[in-house]
Nanobody, 115 residues
Framework: QVQLVESGGGLVQAGGSLRLSCAAS????????MGWYRQAPGKQRELVAG????????YADSVKGRFTISRDNINKNTVYLQMNSLKPEDTGVYYC????????WGQGTQVTVSS
């Protein structure tokens, strides 16, 4: 079983920045991909960014150039999402996710961007 603990959400004005963190713990045998999804009110959950065990990254078109995903250099089971130039449409609950053995989801952290 894997536990994912997220932190770093909050309320910020448009144009501001936030940094989300996610620490995975438990009986983890392998992690292939770590990433962040978000779900805005009334919308489906969407992939925001992902990072593979080899360090490859991918981003949703809506966040390219503004968000950066990275993994901790020491604790590879920790992933960060640096969010800059935030927009009101970035508002939502952000969920950490891992694909591996096992896979799992975090509980989510609220990000609210005011205009």
């Amino acid at each position: 079983q894997v536990q994912l603990v997220e932190s770093g959400g909050g309320l910020v004005q448009a144009g501001g920045s936030l940094r989300l963190s996610c620490a995975a713990s438990g009986s983890i045998f392998s992690i292939h991909v770590m990433g962040w999804y978000r779900q805005a009110p009334g919308k489906q959950r969407e992939l925001v960014a992902g990072i593979t065990s080899a360090g490859g990254t991918s981003y949703a078109d809506s966040v390219k150039g503004r968000f950066t995903i990275s993994r901790d250099n020491i604790n590879k089971n920790t992933v960060y999402l640096q969010m800059n130039s935030l927009k009101p449409e970035d508002t939502g609950v952000y969920y950490c996710w891992i694909s591996g053995t096992p896979s799992g989801w975090g509980q989510g952290t609220q990000v609210t961007v005011s205009s």
